[in-house]
């Protein structure tokens, strides 16, 4: 579903619902970009990557309950339970949502590149996301890899992607999406 909304964004939702922003038409500057993130989505849906952050998202607020009864009520038990929840976020959650993100960087390129998209055009929306950015948390307070972070992932697997994409140009996969 394309929604009128000026950030530039999409995401994918239970029930294989993927959702694209119209900003991010102005920071994915060709078809090959575009792919580039509606692979990415579709990569999270294949991943089955909602229904693992439900269910970490579960363990650990089941953790946190059981130790909360354990220590029972006292002076500490709130700072205790406070320092859970930090440590289960910035240790476990954040790192583990990074995780997801990159992996469906991969899935996302190598679909793209499977379906005749130039796979480069995933790096190149990666640097126009960072010249559009206002900025970014460091890496370990955010759910996301850093745009550095995901270029230098992206280019590593070029070499692989690139011969993805020409047997794909050669089996005749020459998308041409038109407005």
């Known amino acids: 579903v394309v929604f009128d909304e000026k950030s530039a964004n999409a995401f994918a939702l239970p029930g294989k619902k993927i959702g694209v922003h119209t900003g991010l038409l102005k920071v994915a500057k060709n078809?090959?970009?575009?792919?580039?993130?509606?692979?990415?989505e579709v990569g999270h849906v294949m991943a089955q990557h909602s229904a693992e952050r439900m269910s970490m998202q579960f363990v650990s607020?089941?953790?946190?309950?059981?130790?909360?009864?354990?220590?029972?009520?006292?002076?500490?038990?709130?700072?205790?339970?406070?320092a859970l929840g930090l440590g289960s976020q910035y240790?476990?959650?954040?790192?583990?949502?990074?995780?997801?993100?990159s992996?469906?960087?991969?899935?996302?390129?190598?679909?793209?590149?499977?379906?005749?998209?130039?796979?480069?055009?995933?790096i190149e929306l990666w640097h126009n996301m960072a010249a559009a950015s206002q900025g970014q948390p460091p890496e370990f307070l955010s759910t996301h890899p850093s745009h550095e972070t995901r270029i230098s992932?992206?280019?590593?697997?070029?070499?692989?992607?690139?011969?993805?994409?020409?047997?794909?140009?050669?089996?005749g996969y020459r998308p041409n999406c038109t407005p």
């Open 153 to 171: 992932d992206l280019q590593a697997l070029m070499p692989e992607m690139q011969q993805i994409y020409k047997q794909a140009r050669s089996a």
């Open 103 to 122: 992996e469906s960087d991969n899935i996302g390129v190598q679909l793209m590149a499977q379906a005749g998209f130039n796979p480069q055009a995933s």
């Open 61 to 82: 607020q089941s953790s946190q309950q059981i130790i909360g009864a354990l220590i029972g009520e006292g002076a500490g038990q709130q700072t205790v339970m406070a």
């Open 91 to 101: 240790g476990v959650l954040m790192p583990y949502g990074r995780l997801q993100e």
């Open 31 to 40: 078809q090959d970009q575009l792919a580039s993130v509606i692979g990415h």
